[in-house]
């Protein structure tokens, strides 16, 4: 979304930053000489994880039981 064309540009992008990391950021740069790592949350990345596997075992749950939902009604039609 774009901002109205009367508004002033605005001296942090704030489209994912909140506001108190948006002041953090102002105050960092006034330093002369900055170094930003990001890194993500380590008890997210467990939780990432964690739904990743439980997403593959549901995907393969549907496949298995979809071949053999086949297999049961073709026999069931074949009679």
């Known amino acids: 979304m774009s901002k109205p064309p009367?508004?002033?540009?605005?001296?942090i992008p704030s489209v994912f930053v909140t506001q108190k990391a948006?002041?953090?950021?102002r105050e960092l740069m006034?330093?002369?000489e900055i170094q930003?790592?990001?890194t993500?949350?380590?008890s997210l990345a467990f939780i990432?994880?964690?739904m990743?596997?439980?997403l593959a075992v549901l995907s393969l749950t549907v496949i298995f039981f979809t071949f053999a939902l086949m297999?049961?009604?073709s026999m069931w039609l074949a009679g």
């Open 30 to 32: 006034q330093l002369e």
């Open 71 to 73: 297999r049961t009604w």
């Open 36 to 38: 930003v790592r990001i």
């Open 40 to 42: 993500p949350d380590a």
């Open 6 to 11: 009367f508004h002033l540009d605005p001296p």
């Open 52 to 54: 990743s596997a439980l």
């Open 48 to 50: 990432s994880m964690l």
């Open 22 to 25: 948006g002041v953090l950021m």
